[in-house]
């Protein structure tokens, strides 16, 4: 089971992993963002990217989210995304854009991963994560893992 843990915390950190150093400025955008937003927004950030995935045809049975439920999520997140962009840091997106066109994606792709982190520090999301090494033969992958 220690295997199956470690080989868990090193995929969890690749998912979540942390905001870069300021550097380019795209880096400065993308820490403005980040920087910006506090715990109840990156959890409805969270939220609405679970709407999305939800929205797939082979997960959509999955999900009891109801129109209203979406419909809200929206407008909550676009204006967050108008506040984020027009108030708390429109020089920094207007210098990042300019020198980098896809600056506004590669910012809100790290947006989306620190949402995502908001929710895997939760003790029943690592829990439910990790419920699959019932089932994983450990013997087998510990051998693996031991082989030099």
Not at 25 to 42: H, M, Q, S, W, Y
Not at 48 to 63: R, T
Request: with cysteine; net charge positive.
């Amino acid at each position: 089971m220690k295997n199956i843990t470690i080989v868990i915390m090193l995929f969890m950190s690749l998912v979540t992993g942390g905001t870069a150093l300021a550097q380019t400025p795209t880096d400065v955008f993308a820490n403005c963002l980040i920087d910006t937003l506090n715990g109840k927004e990156r959890k409805n950030l969270a939220k609405w990217i679970f709407f999305a995935i939800a929205a797939h045809p082979e997960i959509s049975s999955y999900s009891s989210a109801k129109p209203k439920d979406v419909k809200d999520s929206d407008k909550y997140v676009g204006g967050l995304i108008t506040r984020l962009l027009t108030v708390d840091c429109p020089n920094e997106l207007k210098t990042a854009y300019k020198a980098n066109p896809q600056a506004v994606e590669q910012g809100f792709q790290l947006v989306g991963k620190v949402a995502m982190q908001e929710l895997m520090t939760n003790q029943n999301v690592m829990k439910a994560i990790t419920n699959y090494g019932m089932y994983a033969d450990q013997d087998k992958i510990g051998k693996i893992l031991s082989d030099k």
